[in-house]
T-cell receptor, first 110, second 120 residues
């Protein structure tokens, strides 16, 4: 089992709709969870982090965490073409390492 | 704020040569820096954790004698790919975790722009 799992996609969503990205992790001791956006050929940029169960909202983005189910998700409301990118879920493990999932490719169609 | 630079941004070298990549935190101090490698259409794979003033901690399967890491100051870590071969061609990305005060989350890392290495 991979430490951090994501559906590779591509996930195609019409402009203006809600994009839902999911991630599961294997280490129950994980404490911090991150969503990064990566455009092709560029390094990742942090969108959201969350460490408490429940929802955390920042603008059009909402991160959701369920530690019992070892599940974290990212919702993007009012999707824009500029949101088209690969979204990486990352999980903080012990010894402060952050492990990345393989990423989900999101495509917003006009 | 919280800017991390990498140099060079891209490099092409011949097989058998060594290449040094620098990672600098420009406006903060970083006790810990991380080196990742990313192959096309794959995720970031952590290679090693670099701690200022001590030896780096390498992930399983990463050859410490091939990928030399030096973290001599709180703002600079270097990765040297020794005797590079075509299979080492990849996108190398560093990240830095602020010593204090700059991150919104304890484990937040700030990423450099990456270095694309091509070994002929």
């Amino acid at each position: 089992q991979k430490e951090v799992e994501q559906n590779s996609g591509p996930l195609s969503v019409p402009e203006g709709a809600i994009a839902s990205l999911n991630c599961t992790y294997s280490d129950r001791g994980s404490q911090s969870f991150f969503w990064y956006r990566q455009y092709s050929g560029k390094s990742p940029e942090l969108i959201m982090f969350i460490y408490s169960n429940g929802d955390k909202e920042d603008g059009r983005f909402t991160a959701q965490l369920n530690k019992a189910s070892q599940y974290v998700s990212l919702l993007i409301r009012d999707s824009q073409p500029s949101d088209s990118a690969t979204y990486l879920c990352a999980v903080n493990q012990r010894a402060s390492k952050i492990i990345f999932g393989s990423g989900t490719r999101l495509s917003i169609r006009p | 704020g919280a800017v991390v630079s990498q140099h060079p941004s891209w490099v092409i070298c011949k097989s058998g040569t060594s290449v040094k990549i620098e990672c600098r935190s420009l406006d903060f101090q970083a006790t810990t820096m991380f080196w990742y490698r990313q192959f096309p259409k794959q995720s970031l794979m952590l290679m090693a954790t670099s701690n200022e003033g001590s030896k780096a901690t390498y992930e399983q399967g990463v050859e410490k004698d091939k990928f030399l890491i030096n973290h001599a100051s709180l703002t600079l870590s270097t990765l040297t790919v020794t005797s590079a071969h075509p299979e080492d061609s990849s996108f190398y990305i560093c990240s830095a975790r602020p010593t204090s005060g700059r991150a919104k989350s304890y484990n937040e890392q700030f990423f450099g722009p990456g270095t694309r290495l091509t070994v002929l």
